[in-house]
T-cell receptor, first 112, second 114 residues
């Protein structure tokens, strides 16, 4: 079965420190991978995607993600966290039927 | 350029009733997908419309149905509402009907079934 997992319900990071939000996936064929962010009472906002090409993908608001095929991972990273980065982050993958499957989400808390 | 819009913002219905939610996609987008997001969960794919046809469907019962109009706007209909249908319903639009393109989400409709 095709799936995406976000193993951490919550991640706490001090402001200014680097952050990582983890995502692993299971999908047949070449994966299309996405990260979205959700602020309170808002819809999801697109951050970045990996379709093909460089394993390091750069996105909005200084975020980047590294595609690792051997580990089937697509972790979201940022070199220096801001308090305003506090939100709910979702990893998503396109499955073989062209449907998008979302993870359960990871709540990121940036501590001032 | 307006993004994805959804109406209404909030809705309260009684068990057994029927509800219709509406979505207008971002300008230039021809594909609309609907998701159900329960509290504390990730969005669950309901179905996707492209060229006025349902192209993909998630694991949702037939009580959930939809429609796409020639102007690409879409409706989600839910019949015989259950308490478990209470959730945030998100509409997302994209281009081309293929999973390689990022989706733009609306703010959602909060449905409460009592």
């Amino acid at each position: 079965a095709q799936s995406v997992a976000q193993p951490e319900d919550q991640v706490n990071v001090a402001e200014g420190n680097p952050l990582t939000v983890k995502c692993t996936y299971s999908v047949s064929g070449n994966p299309y991978l996405f990260w979205y962010v959700q602020y309170p009472n808002r819809g999801l906002q697109f951050l970045l995607k990996y379709i093909t090409g460089d394993n390091l993908v750069k996105g909005s608001y200084g975020f980047e993600a590294e595609f690792n095929k051997s580990q089937t991972s697509f972790h979201l990273k940022k070199p220096s966290a801001l308090v305003s980065d506090s939100a709910l982050y979702f990893c998503a993958v396109r499955d073989g039927d062209d449907k998008i499957i979302f993870g359960k989400g990871t709540r990121l808390h940036i501590l001032p | 350029d307006a993004g994805v819009t959804q109406s209404p913002t909030h809705l309260i219905k009684t068990r057994g009733q029927q509800v219709t939610l509406r979505c207008s996609p971002k300008s230039g987008h021809d594909t609309v997908s609907w998701y159900q997001q329960a509290l504390g969960q990730g969005p669950q794919f309901i179905f996707q419309y492209y060229e006025e046809e349902e192209r993909q469907r998630g694991n949702f019962p037939d009580r959930f149905s939809g429609h796409q109009f020639p102007n690409y706007s879409s409706e989600l209909n839910v019949n015989a509402l259950l308490l478990g249908d209470s959730a945030l319903y998100l509409c997302a639009s994209s281009r081309g009907g293929q999973g390689r393109y990022e989706q733009y989400f609306g703010p959602g409709t909060r449905l409460t079934v009592t």
